[in-house]
């Protein structure tokens, strides 16, 4: 199948629509859900572009944790498959899949080898919320599906060729999943500024979420944005867009400004890294402002530097409800400088 950004972009906003409710928070000047998510991807690719620039350093694609909702019985606990989608050879992962497979509550894990066989897929979309729904038709992925063994730090071909392989241990929701209306193409107009293979990795992964994930019953997903392979190791990598919180007294007093971090997404990733000891890096892609969002610089951070400097006595309410942990923006390094260190 031929594809090119146009189509590719098409099948992304239907899904993205179709899947994602419009929710502005009133704490958060300018912050409508749809719109960070949509615009969310640009700070990832430019990133993972910046680490390019760097001979040692290899950037690889995050990967999801997938847990059924827990019971609430006291015996209960979570437990997780693991789920990685890039157009790479799976063997380019295995530091990654060795280190995460040392969590002892991490149970399958599946590497999804995105190639160029492409097919066709059905979604329901609406036009407004209060019209009738309608099959559309959407670009399914290609992909050869591959199992970690742990035992023996190996990929094998799974014995099923489909997404349906990593829904086998979830039961089938049975009943249509709530569709958004279609909105607000213009925001995907971005997109179709970068190449088509940027194109289809993010909208593999978004099919393999928004589609094939919300078939399984009760799963509960945390996904990584990506990782860091460098000559002593691995590193945890978080990557937002922002511009910084400036004091009321004196906004042009850097010592005054202070970036936030999801409070939740901070905790999962200090007992993620408790598991598996691997360190975090917090990137933030910084823009002048929400509006104009024009880039400034990357600005780094390590986990335990921005707790270091967060304020434990209170946080503020970020995006989407969650509320975030503030750190000094002067606690925060130029990327570059700590990339140079990696390197």
Same mark, same amino acid.
């Given at each position: 199948?031929?594809?090119d950004? /146009?189509?590719v972009?098409?099948?992304?906003h239907k899904?993205?629509c179709?899947?994602?409710?419009?929710?502005?928070?009133?704490?958060? %000047? &300018?912050?409508?859900?749809?719109?960070?998510?949509?615009l969310?991807?640009?700070?990832? $690719?430019?990133?993972?572009?910046? +680490?390019? &620039?760097?001979?040692n +350093?290899?950037?690889?694609?995050?990967?999801?944790l997938?847990s059924?909702?827990?019971? #609430?019985s006291?015996?209960?606990?979570?437990k997780?498959?693991y789920?990685?989608?890039?157009y %790479?050879?799976?063997e380019?992962y295995? @530091?990654?899949?060795?280190?995460v497979?040392?969590w002892?509550?991490?149970?399958?894990?599946?590497?999804?080898?995105?190639? *160029?066989?492409w097919t066709?897929? @059905?979604?329901?979309? /609406?036009d407004t919320?209060t019209?009738?729904?309608?099959?559309e038709k959407i670009?399914?992925? #290609?992909?050869?599906f591959?199992?970690?063994?742990?035992?023996?730090? $190996?990929?094998e071909k799974?014995?099923?060729?489909?997404?349906?392989c990593?829904?086998?241990?979830?039961e089938?929701?049975g009943? @249509?999943?709530?569709?958004?209306?279609?909105?607000?193409?213009?925001?995907?107009?971005?997109?179709?500024q970068?190449?088509?293979? +940027?194109l /289809?990795?993010?909208?593999?992964?978004?099919?393999f979420l928004d589609v094939?994930?919300?078939k399984?019953?009760k799963?509960k997903?945390?996904d990584?944005?990506?990782?860091l392979?460098?000559?002593?190791?691995?590193?945890? $990598?978080? $990557?937002?867009?922002k511009?910084?919180?400036?004091?009321?007294?004196?906004?042009? *007093? !850097?010592? !005054?400004w202070?970036?936030?971090?999801d409070?939740r997404r901070?905790?999962w990733?200090?007992?993620?890294?408790s /598991?598996?000891?691997? =360190?975090?890096i917090?990137?933030?892609?910084?823009? &002048? &402002?929400?509006t104009?969002?024009?880039?400034? !610089?990357?600005?780094?951070?390590?986990i %335990?530097?921005f707790l270091?400097?967060s304020?434990?006595?209170?946080?503020r309410g970020g995006?989407?409800?969650?509320?975030?942990m503030?750190? =000094?923006?002067?606690?925060?390094?130029?990327a @570059?400088? +700590?990339?140079?260190?990696?390197?």
């Open positions: 199948m031929k594809l950004p /146009k189509n972009v098409e099948s992304l899904i993205m179709s899947s994602t409710s419009t929710q502005a928070d009133a704490r958060v %000047d &300018n912050n409508d859900y749809f719109k960070r998510r949509v969310g991807f640009r700070a990832e $690719i430019e990133f993972e572009k910046l +680490i390019e &620039n760097y001979q +350093i290899k950037f690889l694609e995050g990967g999801q997938i059924k909702a827990l019971t #609430g006291a015996s209960d606990s979570n997780f498959i789920t990685t989608l890039s %790479d050879k799976p380019k295995l @530091e990654v899949y060795k280190a497979s040392s002892s509550d991490v149970g399958e894990m599946f590497y999804l080898e995105l190639n *160029d066989s066709y897929d @059905e979604l329901q979309v /609406k919320s019209s009738p729904k309608r099959a670009l399914k992925p #290609g992909c050869i591959w199992t970690y063994n742990k035992s023996r730090a $190996i990929f799974h014995i099923e060729q489909d997404y349906g990593v829904l086998n241990g979830f089938n929701s009943r @249509e999943p709530s569709v958004f209306p279609l909105r607000k193409r213009e925001q995907f107009d971005y997109f179709l970068y190449n088509i293979d +940027i /289809k990795k993010i909208y593999a992964t978004r099919y094939v994930l919300r399984a019953s799963r997903i945390i990584f944005d990506g990782f392979e460098y000559k002593r190791g691995l590193s945890l $990598i978080e $990557i937002k867009e511009t910084p919180i400036v004091g009321e007294r004196d906004p042009a *007093d !850097q010592m !005054q202070k970036y936030g971090w409070s901070i905790l990733y200090l007992y993620f890294s /598991k598996v000891n691997m =360190p975090i917090y990137n933030v892609r910084h823009i &002048n &402002n929400r104009e969002r024009k880039f400034i !610089q990357w600005d780094s951070i390590t %335990d530097t270091s400097g304020d434990w006595s209170k946080g995006g989407g409800g969650e509320d975030t503030l750190a =000094p923006y002067l606690f925060f390094e130029r @570059e400088k +700590i990339l140079e260190k990696l390197n």
